[in-house]
């Protein structure tokens, strides 16, 4: 539907406040698609999942580093006092096998940041916890409205952080 695509517009559109976090991309190979690495809006890469690596966790065909996601999510200063937004792609079942990003993200929620971030539109857990919460506002993103969705969102955000 293109929330890797928002998420990349939105923390350019939002750039002046200088965002932290990560999106993924899928990892190709001669047009078939591998695994997903992870994007530090710095710039900085990982992997999150492959078919050619070995680990207990496994999305259909892909095996989740559940390790090198905890490294890589080390190394975003989420809670620098300087950091007042924080964008993230995606919420979803790879990487909810890390208990360390299941309590980032609760932490994140809990705290003063402005929080951006895609989540799988079904889940359990963690998931459903935070669909259920009143201080979490969600848009369905469509192919109708993906476009018009990057103002809706940039100017709600702007608007509690110049607050």
Do not use: W
Request: proline share 2%.
């Amino acid at each position: 539907m293109g929330k890797t695509t928002l998420t990349k517009n939105l923390s350019e559109e939002l750039k002046d406040f200088r965002p932290v976090g990560f999106y993924t991309t899928e990892i190709r190979e001669k047009g078939i698609r591998k695994g997903f690495e992870l994007i530090g809006l710095d710039g900085r890469k990982g992997l999150l999942s492959h078919v050619d690596i070995k680990s207990p966790h496994k999305v259909g065909k892909y095996r989740v580093d559940v390790e090198g996601f905890e490294a890589f999510l080390e190394s975003i200063p989420f809670f620098n006092p300087a950091t007042s937004l924080i964008i993230i792609d995606e919420i979803g079942k790879m990487e909810c096998f890390s208990s360390k990003f299941k309590k980032l993200i609760k932490d994140i929620l809990n705290s003063e940041k402005v929080f951006i971030a895609t989540i799988a539109l079904k889940g359990d857990g963690i998931i459903r916890e935070i669909k259920s919460r009143n201080d979490v506002k969600s848009f369905e993103i469509t192919q109708g409205n993906r476009d018009s969705l990057l103002l809706k969102i940039s100017e709600e955000a702007k608007m509690v952080l110049l607050a």
